[in-house]
């Protein structure tokens, strides 16, 4: 009896949705990182830094 109850009180699925939450969340970055990374800002800085290293 101790041990179903045992396994009635484990949190063995509980590393299913941490890992869950962690990708969804690790998409929203770099889905973000991706909006900066694109924008014309950051861009043209990039297109700068890139010409300066290569005059």
Request: no cysteine; net charge positive; glycine share 10%.
């Amino acid at each position: 009896m101790r041990r179903l109850l045992g396994r009635l009180r484990g949190d063995a699925g509980m590393n299913t949705a941490e890992y869950a939450v962690g990708t969804i969340a690790a998409v929203a970055f770099a889905g973000l990182l991706l909006k900066v990374v694109t924008s014309d800002q950051v861009r043209a800085a990039l297109a700068a830094i890139i010409q300066r290293a290569l005059n």
